[in-house]
């Protein structure tokens, strides 16, 4: 079976300084917000050009905590996309606001910059873009609504660490940019882990607190936090893998140039690219009207694929009634129904992918 990512390979790779990374940990018997995490914050922040980096346990705490760390909380209205993983939403209504969905764009699938504008009211607060499979949204007109609007904007970069629109990195554009190093993410660790970046120190000094039971001082605390820390083993193994994060992704976008080349079928769309952004592919999606008779195809001739995401927010059964708003959001409703995610990481080989576009193409 060819995988959707196989980590196996990449581990193997690593394997040496992985294992000594961790056993380093183990060795200094210190867990938890440690010399690694400290390391790995610094070298986060310096990768982005940012001043700040604070290590979180995951990417969906990563986007809680700087809701709260931004000050949007009950009362306030949050606009992101309905295309996205539930995290991106989930955290809107656990801070106490209202989620508000717009449609996206069909060819990038990220958020429409147009709609936004649309869907504003008195109490919007933030809005939650996300670069979704690794394409960057149109940060420049969704900027512009945001200053306008006095908006907060929280990026979600959970799948699109290093990807860059015209130049800047994904996750300095906003107020904070939020990562996740979930192991299939493209810098990923072996277990949960997050990120939150930030240039405003004050926004830093809260991240800090709230992940740590709302405390500076041992002992004593100012805020209702949470426990919320990056542990040092997964610093430690995020660190080896930070080193070569351009790397694999340039593999990513090679891999993708494969699948364009191989691919020959006109009833498929391939995933776009928008001019002047790098996509770093965290996903490689496309579209097919036959989506599901295709998926059989691939599974049957031992290729992994996989729908995401089948069920966009704003029909999923938490966000019924009146715990979000959306108008009708027909873009979302119809990538739903055709998206097919192809295998996709750093490792995968010339051969595979040119085994999977066999598949495809002999099955029109
Ligand atoms: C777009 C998006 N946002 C947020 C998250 C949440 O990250 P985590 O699983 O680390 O909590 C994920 C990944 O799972 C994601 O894909």
């Known amino acids: 079976?060819?995988?959707?990512?196989?980590?196996?390979?990449?581990?193997?790779?690593?394997?040496?300084?992985?294992?000594?990374?961790?056993?380093?940990?183990?060795?200094?018997?210190?867990?938890?917000?440690?010399?690694?995490?400290?390391?790995?914050?610094?070298?986060?922040?310096?990768?982005?050009?940012?001043?700040?980096?604070?290590?979180?346990?995951?990417?969906?705490?990563?986007?809680?905590?700087?809701?709260r760390a931004l000050g949007i909380g009950a009362g306030d209205a949050v606009i992101t996309t309905p295309f996205t993983f539930i995290a991106t939403a989930e955290v809107v209504s656990l801070v106490g606001a209202l989620p508000v969905f717009v449609d996206v764009d069909p060819k990038t699938f990220n958020i429409n910059p147009a709609a936004i504008e649309r869907a504003l009211t008195k109490k919007t607060k933030a809005i939650i873009p996300v670069h979704l499979f690794g394409q960057p949204c149109d940060m420049d007109p969704l900027l512009a609504v945001a200053a306008r609007n006095d908006?907060?904007?929280?990026?979600?970069?959970?799948?699109?660490?290093?990807?860059?629109?015209?130049?800047?990195?994904?996750?300095?554009?906003?107020?904070?940019?939020?990562?996740s190093f979930f192991p299939s993410k493209n810098l990923a660790c072996y277990g949960d882990g997050g990120m939150v970046i930030t240039r405003d120190v004050e926004t830093d000094k809260t991240l800090r607190m709230l992940r740590n039971h709302g405390s500076s001082v041992r002992y004593?605390?100012?805020?209702l936090g949470y426990n919320s820390r990056l542990d040092e083993?997964?610093?430690?193994?995020?660190?080896?893998?930070?080193?070569?994060?351009?790397?694999?992704?340039?593999?990513?976008?090679?891999?993708?140039?494969?699948?364009?080349?191989?691919?020959?079928?006109?009833?498929?769309?391939?995933?776009?690219?928008?001019?002047?952004?790098?996509?770093?592919?965290?996903q490689f999606t496309i579209l097919s009207n036959g989506r599901d008779r295709l998926q059989e195809e691939l599974l049957r001739a031992d290729v992994a694929s996989a729908v995401y995401y089948p069920v966009p927010l704003h029909?999923?059964?938490?966000?019924?009634?009146?715990?979000?708003?959306?108008?009708?959001?027909?873009?979302?409703?119809?990538?739903?129904?055709?998206?097919?995610?192809?295998?996709?990481?750093?490792?995968?080989?010339?051969?595979?992918?040119?085994?999977i576009s066999d598949v495809i193409n002999g099955s029109a």
Request: some cysteine; proline content about 4%.
């Open 233 to 282: 083993i997964q610093a430690a193994i995020v660190r080896v893998k930070l080193k070569r994060i351009d790397a694999f992704n340039e593999s990513r976008r090679r891999a993708a140039d494969l699948y364009r080349n191989t691919i020959r079928r006109k009833d498929i769309a391939l995933p776009f690219e928008m001019a002047g952004c790098h996509h770093v592919y965290h």
């Open 220 to 223: 004593h605390h100012h805020l």
């Open 151 to 179: 908006l907060k904007v929280i990026e979600d970069c959970a799948q699109s660490f290093g990807a860059r629109y015209k130049g800047r990195l994904v996750g300095t554009l906003g107020d904070a940019g939020c990562f």
């Open 1 to 67: 079976m060819i995988p959707m990512v196989d980590l196996r390979r990449q581990y193997l790779q690593l394997k040496e300084e992985i294992d000594e990374a961790v056993a380093g940990v183990l060795d200094a018997t210190q867990f938890i917000l440690g010399p690694n995490v400290s390391a790995l914050e610094a070298e986060v922040a310096r990768y982005h050009g940012l001043p700040h980096a604070v290590g979180v346990a995951n990417g969906t705490d990563a986007l809680l905590l700087a809701l």
């Open 315 to 355: 029909r999923q059964e938490v966000f019924l009634g009146s715990r979000s708003r959306s108008g009708d959001l027909p873009v979302s409703d119809d990538l739903a129904a055709r998206v097919l995610s192809l295998p996709m990481f750093p490792e995968i080989t010339e051969e595979e992918i040119r085994r």
